[in-house]
């Protein structure tokens, strides 16, 4: 009868118990799902405002140059660039980071082997092999490895982020460093202008037909236009340099570039649906994963106030001979233990606490990321637009200024203008040319920046 009551005893300690650690896993479960809250934010976008006249379906951001030098180029970068390295370091480190907390959910084991001898006996060994495992019962070691997950994902989307912004930077460079060569051209151009003007001012004044102030008027555009040639070859050089820091070379001149005759085409990207475009966006892709893991984290931090399930095992052997002690003929032994945390000064529910910040604050950051990538493909868009319509309007007043150049180089030479109308005509027309240039590059780099906000990467 009495051992009948002691076993009746067990069974509602033991129901007991499981009801009291359900009702425990019931007050301690982290409700909030900031995470599908900005998985629907996309979808809130409509349509872009901006025009798409033109545009073409591109799938990777080397796609915008079809220039096999830029390819080239790139993959020099994405191999040697220190930046990109950091970046990888960074995704091991979040791999080993993985590995160490899926370990937790494992047995661990340990084994030992000791001596003792005293005067009045012999030596005695004993050798000990000791196996412990925490029962996961409330997913919370599952929950550590889930947020190391996300923070894996989140690191690869910060080394998509990366590669892309590296793409995007070398065939910017690429262009500009061209830019500033046709700008040179242009510029030289002028300049063997100008000196023809001042052999044809020099025969004038033989002849009669002119005064030596304009030969003095005509040196002073001569000498501008060397000046700026000089400050244009200068920010040559450091566009070189800077394409060199990108390819991780010490050294790149622009003997080792090769470079088209004029600026290369870039096309213009299709942008599509904006719940499409954003979703390929890694800088959105991380601040997602940093919101999984942050609550994953938080998950982890509710259920440590839960009781925690730990099985030990034991086998143990004694004998006079090291070999002999290595578990020949153990004794072993089991332990199960529930330890539930009581009072740690408020300890746990800091932790709760701080988590809960963590993960408002990443949702926050998604707010932020999530808005300036909008405002990117805007003003990307626009800018479109907007420098098209300069194009036009500035292709029209350069026919018009050549037109006027042509006429007025005529009437110098008849003696119908002076050599100030003439100048004037000249540095417009060639001011048109630099300023259509400068826009023509200005284009170029607003569509890989388009690109680049519209999420378009490298190829894996």
């Known amino acids: 009868?009495?051992?009948?009551?002691?076993?009746?005893?067990?069974?509602?300690?033991?129901?007991?118990?499981?009801?009291?650690?359900?009702?425990?896993?019931?007050?301690?479960?982290?409700?909030?799902?900031?995470?599908?809250?900005?998985?629907?934010?996309?979808?809130?976008?409509?349509?872009?405002?901006?025009?798409?006249?033109?545009?073409?379906?591109?799938?990777l951001i080397t796609d915008?140059?079809?220039?096999?030098?830029?390819?080239?180029?790139?993959?020099?970068a994405l191999q040697n660039n220190p930046g990109i390295q950091q970046q990888y370091v960074a995704l091991k480190t979040a791999q080993v980071a993985r590995s160490s907390?899926?370990?937790?959910?494992?047995?661990?084991?340990?084994?030992?082997?000791?001596?003792?001898?005293?005067?009045?006996?012999?030596?005695?060994?004993?050798g000990s092999l000791d196996i412990s495992w925490e029962l996961d019962l409330w997913q919370k070691l599952g929950d550590n490895v889930a947020a190391a997950d996300w923070a894996v994902a989140a690191s690869e989307a910060d080394v998509k982020a990366v590669q892309n912004e590296l793409a995007a930077q070398v065939i910017r460079a690429y262009v500009q460093v061209s830019y500033y060569q046709q700008l040179i051209a242009i510029e030289q151009?002028?300049?063997?202008?100008?000196?023809?003007?001042?052999?044809?001012?020099?025969?004038?004044?033989?002849?009669?037909?002119g005064e030596l102030e304009d030969l003095d008027t005509a040196r002073t555009s001569s000498a501008s236009s060397r000046a700026d040639i000089a400050a244009y070859q200068q920010s040559l050089g450091e566009s070189v340099r800077a394409l060199g820091v990108l390819l991780g070379r010490s050294q790149l001149t622009i003997n080792d570039i090769s470079l088209p005759d004029s600026l290369p085409d870039v096309m213009l990207p299709l942008p599509g649906l904006p719940e499409q475009n954003l979703s390929q966006r890694p800088d959105l892709m991380a601040a997602y994963a940093n919101i999984k893991t942050r609550e994953y984290e938080t998950k982890a931090a509710y259920k440590a106030l839960l009781p925690s399930v730990n099985l030990?095992?034991?086998?143990?052997?004694?004998?006079?001979?090291?070999a002999q002690a290595l578990l020949t003929n153990p004794v072993w032994s089991l332990l199960g233990q529930i330890t539930a945390p009581l009072f740690q000064g408020g300890a746990l529910r800091a932790s709760i606490d701080t988590s809960e910040l963590a993960v408002l604050n990443s949702w926050w950051g998604y707010q932020s990321t999530l808005l300036t990538a909008v405002q990117e493909v805007e003003d990307a868009l626009s800018q479109e637009q907007s420098l098209t319509l300069q194009s036009v309007a500035i292709n029209e007043a350069l026919a018009n200024a050549e037109r006027s150049s042509e006429n007025y180089t005529s009437k110098y030479r008849q003696g119908l203008a002076d050599v100030l109308d003439l100048l004037t005509v000249y540095q417009q027309t060639y001011n048109l040319k630099a300023?259509?240039?400068?826009?023509?590059?200005?284009?170029?780099?607003n569509?890989?920046?388009?690109?680049?906000?519209?999420?378009?990467?490298?190829?894996?």
């Open 435 to 445: 300023q259509l240039l400068q826009l023509h590059f200005n284009q170029l780099s």
């Open 189 to 209: 151009s002028r300049l063997d202008l100008l000196n023809n003007n001042e052999e044809l001012i020099k025969q004038r004044y033989r002849t009669g037909l």
């Open 312 to 322: 030990s095992a034991a086998l143990t052997d004694i004998a006079s001979t090291p």
């Open 64 to 76: 915008l140059v079809s220039s096999a030098d830029i390819k080239v180029l790139i993959n020099e």
């Open 101 to 126: 907390a899926n370990a937790d959910r494992l047995p661990s084991m340990s084994a030992g082997l000791s001596g003792n001898r005293q005067e009045t006996s012999d030596a005695q060994y004993t």
């Open 1 to 59: 009868m009495h051992e009948r009551n002691k076993g009746v005893l067990m069974r509602h300690s033991i129901v007991f118990i499981t009801l009291l650690l359900s009702l425990s896993g019931c007050a301690t479960q982290y409700t909030a799902d900031y995470s599908e809250k900005a998985a629907q934010q996309t979808n809130k976008i409509e349509a872009w405002q901006g025009p798409v006249a033109g545009a073409e379906a591109v799938s």
């Open 447 to 460: 569509r890989i920046d388009l690109g680049l906000a519209l999420g378009l990467g490298v190829s894996a």
